[in-house]
Structure formats: C-alpha cells, structure tokens
C-alpha cells in the first residue's frame, strides 16, 4: 500500500513571516471543526508510486487546505521525499510494549512526530491495541489529530492560553495541569467550552523544565479534590541520568502516594520515556510514555539499546541523484573548497540539503546508499544539495534513488547518521523539514 500525504496536512498549519509561525486561529474554519464519529475516512490523495501496486483502504482523513497542497509527485521525481514505513511503526510499537511488558503506551509524536509527519504516524498508531493515545506539547498539534480524525485520546502535555483551552475541550482533548494556574484555566476553558474536562497532572521532579514542583505540590494537587476536572492521569519526566531518575522516581512516588493518601484521584501515573523503557523497567507503572523508540531510534546508547532490542527505523530520506561528474586531481567541491581531489574520482550531486534535514556535519562520516552502496558525503552540505564521492567508476546514474536514512544500510540508520555527525539523534530526525512530502508505505 502506498499513499502519498502532502506537507500542509502532516502539520495543519498557517505559516508567515521568515519562520514558521504555526497559530490555530489563521487556520481556514474548514479545518477548525469537531471530528465525529460519522466522519468518514477520506484520503488527501494518492498516486501508485511504484506499478502495480494494488489500491487498498485508506487509513487517515486530511484538511481539504492539505488537499490543496498536495504537490505533483511523480515516479521521476528528483526533489527529496520522506517515506514512511508503517510496517517498522507497527514493529516498533510490539517491541515497546513487550519491553514495558504490555502496558499501554501514551505514544508522544510531539515536534511533527519527530519529522516523521504528525497525521501520518498518528493514522498507522491509532488503531493499534497497544496504543492507548497520544502526546503532543503545541496546541495545535492536537487539534491537527483531532482534524485528521484521530480518535483515542489526546494530551497537551503544554500550557494553552483561554482561546486554545476552550477550543482543546470542544475537541477532547486533555490538558495538563502544568502550572499554578492551569486547574482554574481548565475549569474557565470547561465553562466556555460547555465541555467536561479531562486533564493529567504534570509534576517536576528534578528535570526543572515544566509541571509543578513535587515539593509544593500537595496543596495544589488536594484543591483538584473540589473541581469539576477528571484527573485521567499524573506524570513526571525524567532528566536521564540514571541516579537522579531514581532519585525522581522516588519523589514521584512519595508525592503521589500523599496525594491518594489524602484521597486525590491522579488516574494512571506514567514517567518512562524511551530511555526508561529501555534502561528502567521500576519506572514503567501505569503505562509508558516513548516517542523515539517508537519511530526506530535508540534513544542514548545505541550499542547497548540494541543489545536488549532491536528497533526498525520507520523512515527514508529519499532523492534522486542529480548529477554525476568525474573530478580531476585537484579540482575542489563545494563551498569553502574542503575537498581537493588527490586523484581522478567520480561524484554525484543528491538535491537534499540542510534545509530538508541532512546535518551540514554530514561531511564529517555520512554516507548515502545507492543502488545497495554507501557512498562518502563530501565537501560541505549545502541549502539544498549534498556530493557524494562514488569512487573510479561512474557507478551510479542520474535518477539513480539514493536515499540518505532510512533502516536499509547500518551506515544510514538514524543513530549512525547522529554518531557520525556528532549530532543527536533526535536532531537528525525533528530537524527534517515539515514540508518533506511523505508517502506511506
Ligand atoms: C514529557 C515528555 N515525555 C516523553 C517524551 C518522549 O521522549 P523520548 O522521545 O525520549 O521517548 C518527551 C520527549 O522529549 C517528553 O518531553
């Protein structure tokens, strides 16, 4: 099965400005409208990529604004594009769940579903057993779900101002008691809403970034008793070092347990992002909450992760080479002339370049695969272009695929590209552009 998704509908969003600005109240009111369950499954467009593949049904529904973006791909097409391997997804998942020994997952698919396209990986997840919902940190993000027809539930793991937590409610979504404030934000938001509220509270254990203190947070958490907020869940975040995450673990429990003690009703309790599904098995509890792991990344020592699982990434960075030239000795490539030719080589141009995600370090020990082989990035990775040195022959061609991360090369797999770029691996993957047209595979 293959369906093609356009940039637009992977991040329902209006942009302006230089940067991206992503702001709920500029999407066309088509978009901002409740999902029900009547609302019929409905593709944004599809195109066989490769011949003879048969049509089959159609998992997400899409904005008709996507519809409009969709670009022209075609089976030539040069220009990079982003396929997503919903097989790998669904592998990955298995593997998370055994590993937190079948509790549910609160798969986090914030920052564009880690580049791999927000809509597109929430339609392979949501309708899989083990998946019991979704956690994004923008408010947009979560209405773009509830657009594309996500059904389970969805938490704002961020703080909403008044107009986005009205309009969270009307879309139920779950918020999250964050701050001081966010229980009667809720409550004005549910009023407005004419909604009941679902919420998880958020608490700060160490990691110092959001939620609310654990040390002051009793006061706070025996006020919720008296509200009209059902408490779905209580969560923490870990800092990954794994001391203090014992350290954290133990406040969370210490806290929790006063709070229930106290009659506070806090739903499931959940902490384990990927590094603690994979290296903390006592910080799993009601159920976990992995981003990375699920799309086929390790999430900090990709020796060792891979030794008690293996994941499967469930991406490929693709393009088609543009150019193929053979260098004398001493002709240079690129900007800043890094590379000089000691001898006669041939090279290739692939049009992806950091604007679409490849790290400019690539030059530091990426390779890119074509036609099985991976090849050394050289020279400087520019906007838009990346060289390749293919080596005494002209091996490869123009429109050969060549394809730059993906899980089909140990040389290409995400944590490789990080490790031999000296990058993370969760820039490697958020960093690529949201304007990459996907397709589904
Ligand atoms: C609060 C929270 N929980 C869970 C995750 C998932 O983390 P990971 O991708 O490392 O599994 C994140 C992502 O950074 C997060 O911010």
């Given at each position: 099965?293959?369906?093609?998704?356009?940039?637009?509908?992977?991040?329902?969003?209006?942009?302006?400005?230089?940067?991206?600005?992503?702001?709920?109240?500029?999407?066309?009111?088509?978009?901002?409208?409740?999902?029900?369950?009547?609302?019929?499954?409905?593709?944004?467009?599809?195109?066989?990529?490769?011949?003879?593949?048969?049509?089959?049904?159609?998992?997400?529904?899409?904005?008709?604004?996507?519809?409009?973006?969709?670009?022209?791909?075609?089976?030539?097409?040069?220009?990079?594009?982003?396929?997503?391997?919903?097989?790998?997804?669904?592998?990955?998942?298995?593997?998370?769940?055994?590993?937190?020994?079948?509790?549910?997952?609160?798969?986090?698919?914030?920052?564009?579903?880690?580049?791999?396209?927000?809509?597109?990986?929430?339609?392979?997840?949501?309708?899989?057993?083990?998946?019991?919902?979704?956690?994004?940190?923008?408010?947009?993000?979560?209405?773009?779900?509830?657009?594309?027809?996500?059904?389970?539930?969805?938490?704002?793991?961020?703080?909403?101002?008044?107009?986005?937590?009205?309009?969270?409610?009307?879309?139920?979504?779950?918020?999250?008691?964050?701050?001081?404030?966010?229980?009667?934000?809720?409550?004005?938001?549910?009023?407005?809403?004419?909604?009941?509220?679902?919420?998880?509270?958020?608490?700060?254990?160490?990691?110092?970034?959001?939620?609310?203190?654990?040390?002051?947070?009793?006061?706070?958490?025996?006020?919720?008793?008296?509200?009209?907020?059902?408490?779905?869940?209580?969560?923490?975040?870990?800092?990954?070092?794994?001391?203090?995450?014992?350290?954290?673990?133990?406040?969370?429990?210490?806290?929790?347990?006063?709070?229930?003690?106290?009659?506070?009703?806090?739903?499931?309790?959940?902490?384990?992002?990927?590094?603690?599904?994979?290296?903390?098995?006592?910080?799993?509890?009601?159920?976990?909450?992995?981003?990375?792991?699920?799309?086929?990344?390790?999430?900090?020592?990709?020796?060792?992760?891979?030794?008690?699982?293996?994941?499967?990434?469930?991406?490929?960075?693709?393009?088609?080479?543009?150019?193929?030239?053979?260098?004398?000795?001493?002709?240079?490539?690129?900007?800043?002339?890094?590379?000089?030719?000691?001898?006669?080589?041939?090279?290739a141009t692939i049009p992806v370049g950091h604007t679409d995600g490849m790290p400019r370090q690539a030059v530091n020990g990426a390779h890119v695969v074509v036609n099985g082989?991976?090849?050394?990035?050289?020279?400087?990775?520019?906007?838009?272009?990346?060289?390749?040195?293919?080596?005494?022959?002209?091996?490869?061609?123009?429109?050969?695929?060549?394809?730059?991360?993906?899980?089909?090369?140990?040389?290409?797999?995400?944590?490789?590209?990080?490790?031999?770029?000296?990058?993370?691996?969760?820039?490697?993957?958020?960093?690529?552009?949201?304007?990459?047209?996907?397709?589904?595979?």
């Amino acid at each position: 099965m293959v369906q093609w998704y356009s940039n637009a509908h992977d991040f329902s969003t209006a942009q302006s400005g230089a940067g991206n600005v992503y702001n709920v109240n500029l999407m066309p009111k088509r978009i901002q409208r409740h999902v029900t369950p009547e609302d019929k499954l409905m593709p944004v467009s599809r195109r066989a990529f490769v011949a003879g593949l048969a049509a089959t049904p159609l998992l997400t529904s899409v904005p008709a604004a996507a519809q409009a973006a969709t670009p022209a791909i075609s089976a030539d097409r040069f220009d990079p594009w982003l396929e997503i391997d919903s097989a790998a997804l669904r592998k990955n998942v298995a593997v998370v769940s055994g590993l937190a020994n079948k509790r549910p997952i609160l798969a986090v698919i914030k920052n564009n579903a880690y580049g791999l396209g927000l809509t597109t990986v929430a339609s392979v997840l949501d309708p899989m057993p083990q998946i019991k919902g979704f956690a994004v940190v923008k408010a947009e993000a979560a209405i773009a779900l509830r657009d594309a027809g996500i059904r389970k539930p969805v938490l704002l793991m961020g703080l909403f101002s008044d107009r986005d937590g009205e309009e969270l409610l009307r879309r139920d979504v779950q918020l999250s008691i964050c701050t001081d404030d966010s229980a009667s934000r809720i409550v004005r938001a549910a009023k407005k809403a004419e909604q009941p509220a679902a919420a998880h509270i958020y608490l700060d254990t160490g990691m110092s970034r959001m939620g609310i203190p654990y040390f002051r947070a009793l006061p706070a958490l025996r006020e919720l008793r008296g509200l009209e907020i059902k408490i779905e869940g209580t969560f923490t975040g870990f800092t990954e070092a794994s001391d203090f995450d014992r350290e954290q673990l133990r406040r969370f429990i210490e806290i929790t347990d006063a709070a229930r003690a106290s009659g506070v009703e806090l739903g499931s309790l959940h902490a384990a992002s990927s590094h603690a599904v994979f290296n903390y098995a006592d910080s799993h509890l009601d159920q976990v909450r992995p981003g990375i792991a699920l799309f086929g990344a390790y999430p900090s020592d990709f020796e060792s992760e891979r030794s008690i699982a293996t994941l499967t990434p469930a991406m490929r960075l693709k393009a088609r080479v543009v150019r193929v030239e053979q260098l004398r000795a001493g002709d240079s490539v690129s900007y800043g002339r890094n590379y000089i030719a000691e001898k006669s080589t041939w090279i290739a141009t692939i049009p992806v370049g950091h604007t679409d995600g490849m790290p400019r370090q690539a030059v530091n020990g990426a390779h890119v695969v074509v036609n099985g082989t991976p090849y050394p990035v050289i020279g400087a990775v520019s906007a838009s272009h990346t060289i390749i040195e293919v080596g005494d022959e002209p091996s490869v061609n123009i429109g050969d695929v060549a394809t730059l991360l993906g899980p089909d090369h140990p040389a290409i797999h995400p944590n490789q590209l990080a490790a031999s770029t000296g990058t993370s691996v969760y820039d490697a993957l958020m960093h690529l552009n949201p304007t990459l047209p996907k397709v589904l595979v």
